[in-house]
């Protein structure tokens, strides 16, 4: 794990999906919609756009399930979601708060409109410190990463500035290939 480095794996930020903070969440789908086209059909699809400030750096990341929670303005009335998540509640509660804070019952083309007059710049935060890996990490410092934290992917890093995404995906890819090949 020592002698793959975190820039040999990573996806330079220039193939990722990406928008300008001011950027619909209309926008911010169909820029992720045109970066999967762009993808060789072995490569794993992106599963997050970039958000970028007004000098074109990395200001944060939306997740395809950050989006489905903007698109739902009820999310926002419940309190805990993240203690929530890890908690491991049961189905039947689960259900209960879908059904009390009537989650989903609008139709579809609501969702549409909404995704027309949402910016990314409304939910999106900046990374916190432990969604940074250099480039000259090991493959093995960031699998660390990834499994201590509750990340499906790093921002890379070079001299500070933002320059590529390493996916959990592509780490897990270099495992299973390595698995594959074992002698047993």
């Known amino acids: 794990m020592r002698n793959v480095l975190v820039k040999e794996l990573m996806v330079r930020i220039e193939e990722y999906a990406t928008v300008p903070q001011g950027a ?10 045109k970066a999967q086209m762009t993808l060789e059909p072995s490569k794993f699809r992106h599963r997050a756009i970039l958000v970028l400030d007004e000098s074109g750096n990395v200001f944060g990341k939306i997740s ?3 989006i489905l929670f903007a698109l739902e303005p009820n999310y926002r009335n419940l309190d ?5 998540s890890r ?3 049961s189905p039947d509660m689960i259900k209960s ?4 804070n009537a989650l989903w019952l609008e139709p ?14 409304d939910f999106v935060d900046p990374p916190e410190n432990a969604e940074y890996v250099d480039e000259n990490a090991t493959l093995g410092e960031a699998i660390h990463q990834l499994v201590v934290y509750p990340y499906h992917s790093l921002l890379v890093l070079r001299n500070k500035k933002i320059v ?4 959990l995906s592509d780490v897990f890819a270099v495992i299973h290939d390595k698995i594959k090949i074992c002698e047993i």
């Open 108 to 121: 579809l083309q609501f969702v549409c409109q909404r995704a027309t007059q949402l910016k990314v710049s």
């Open 97 to 100: 708060m879908l059904e009390e």
């Open 24 to 33: 619909t969440l209309y926008e911010a789908i169909l820029a992720l919609e």
């Open 80 to 84: 805990g979601m993240e203690a929530l």
């Open 64 to 66: 395809m399930k950050d």
């Open 164 to 167: 590529g995404i390493l996916r």
């Open 87 to 89: 908690s491991g509640h």
